[in-house]
């Protein structure tokens, strides 16, 4: 009895955690009728962890969303694809980049843009957990293809740490 309900409390955690990646066949044209572009102009989409800093941080706050490329730009959007360019969203046409570069830290990957004034780090999932080297190195070329030239970042940026909220909580005295 124990192990069967040990067996079914792993399946929900197991199940719980999983999404399943997104592609362009069956998620680009949710995404692009979202942000308003023509259906066959989506050339990749994935889940990912993003954000946007000054070149000399030494970390850049992520926050999870989805990153998909066209025939001229990198779309990032925070939320899911139901709600894509509700909440956050960054869009870099490849005119407008100075640079990229694939930064490789242990098994992790980031994906870097320079523009005229910040960095934008994109680190590429699978199922919102998982950083997917395969397609990290798909967005490096895909964006490569676009004519944006070679960067050599500095650094892998690490996370920002979430703020931590102290509340003082009064404590009856008898």
């Known amino acids: 009895m124990l192990i069967n309900t040990l067996f079914a409390v792993s399946c929900i955690f197991i199940l719980a955690g999983c999404t399943t990646p997104l592609n362009v066949a069956t998620d680009g044209a949710t995404f692009a ?49 139901n709600d894509a360019f509700q909440q956050r969203e960054i869009v870099i046409f490849f005119k407008d980049m100075n640079g990229i570069d694939l930064k490789h830290f242990g098994l992790g990957r980031q994906v870097q843009f320079k523009t005229a004034d910040h960095v934008v780090v994109v680190q590429v999932t699978r199922n919102r957990q998982t950083i997917d080297r395969e397609a990290s190195e798909e967005v490096y070329r895909l964006i490569k293809e676009h004519g944006v030239a070679e960067w050599e970042s500095r650094k892998f940026y690490i996370q920002k740490p979430a703020p931590v909220y102290v509340m003082p909580m009064p404590v009856p005295v008898r």
């Open 33 to 81: 009728t979202a942000v308003r572009i023509p259906n066959d102009d989506v050339k990749f989409i994935s889940y990912c962890d993003f954000g946007e800093g000054r070149e000399w941080a030494d970390d850049i706050g992520l926050i999870r969303g989805i990153i998909a490329i066209t025939t001229n730009a990198v779309y990032l959007s925070a939320g899911g694809l």
